[in-house]
């Protein structure tokens, strides 16, 4: 039987409360992490003493940067810091599965060309408004993301769980002021022959955001993808980054028949985010109010 691969599991936080100590607490707790190397980067906004003694009491190792150089530049650290087979970068608002952890190790050890994996990332259970109609949207993109080139795309690279062979993402080139690193890590994997993999039975569920002005924040954030992405790469954008109309129809099509009042209203709920993301959207921001109704516990 091979060898199991060491992992180096990284936190990076900006606002690193009590939902950090959560997202910890379930990773310590999934199958495959138990001696696995736990790091949280923090981004000049200090932890607190009950947050760092926590933390530390599961083994974390606590990097405290004083200057603010945003997520990505976190990801750049932790990417530098891992000498283990594995890399798996989440986020501080996230749970995962008792048996997440394993199955993304299994994953690389059964296919050795593998060089990126991204979880299957839920939401957790609804209890607003708001919160069951931005559900639909999640579900709808994992179901669009899985009926497109078998789960291969940008869609399926969720930044809230995503695992790489160290020894291949030490090879990126990463702009420091990335905004979408998700989708940015996908195509750059691909862009030096690596073999990306979407691991649905690997799940971590993350709260959905409880204001309007976090969700349009994040809508915001995605309209700039394309041309930030455009400006960095060379890939076909009309085959590889915009999602073919027929499977956008048809599992639209699929969740207005299954769910079909709250579909509509996250349909309503996209077409304004987008239109008032293109009026209020400014051009070069690099740094992004951090989500807060996700962290509350």
Request: proline residues 3%; aromatic residues 8%.
């Amino acid at each position: 039987m091979s060898k199991q691969l060491s992992v180096t599991i990284g936190i990076p936080t900006y606002v690193g409360g009590p939902s950090l100590v959560n997202a910890v607490k379930s990773i310590r707790q999934s199958k495959g992490a138990e001696a696995a190397r736990l790091i949280v980067t923090v981004d000049a906004n200090p932890l607190t003493q009950d947050v760092t003694k926590a933390l530390t009491a599961m083994g974390v190792e606590i990097i405290e940067n004083k200057a603010r150089g945003g997520q990505v530049v976190r990801l750049k650290q932790l990417i530098a810091m891992t000498k283990t087979d594995l890399l798996i970068t989440t986020q501080d608002d996230i749970r995962f599965e008792s048996d997440t952890v394993q199955k993304i190790i299994d994953k690389f050890m059964s296919d050795q060309t593998i060089t990126m994996v991204g979880a299957r990332v839920l939401p957790d259970t609804a209890t607003t408004l708001h919160e069951q109609v931005v559900e639909v949207g999640v579900k709808l993109t994992l179901s669009i993301g899985g009926s497109w080139n078998s789960g291969d795309n940008y869609l399926m690279a969720s930044g809230r769980c995503l695992a790489f062979n160290t020894q291949f993402i030490q090879k990126f080139s990463i702009p420091d002021t990335m905004i979408n690193s998700d989708a940015f890590f996908y195509f750059e994997n691909r862009r030096l022959g690596g073999k990306f993999a979407h691991l649905p039975t690997a799940i971590v569920y993350n709260k959905s955001a409880q204001k309007i002005d976090e969700h349009l924040k994040q809508s915001k954030k995605f309209q700039l993808s394309y041309d930030e992405l455009s400006h960095l790469l060379d890939i076909d954008f009309d085959k590889d980054y915009k999602v073919p109309t027929g499977i956008k129809v048809a599992e639209t099509a699929k969740m207005l028949l299954k769910n079909p009042v709250f579909t509509l209203l996250y349909l309503l709920l996209s077409v304004y985010t987008r239109y008032l993301g293109k009026q209020i959207f400014k051009p070069g921001q690099r740094y992004w109010d951090t989500d807060q109704s996700t962290k509350r516990v």
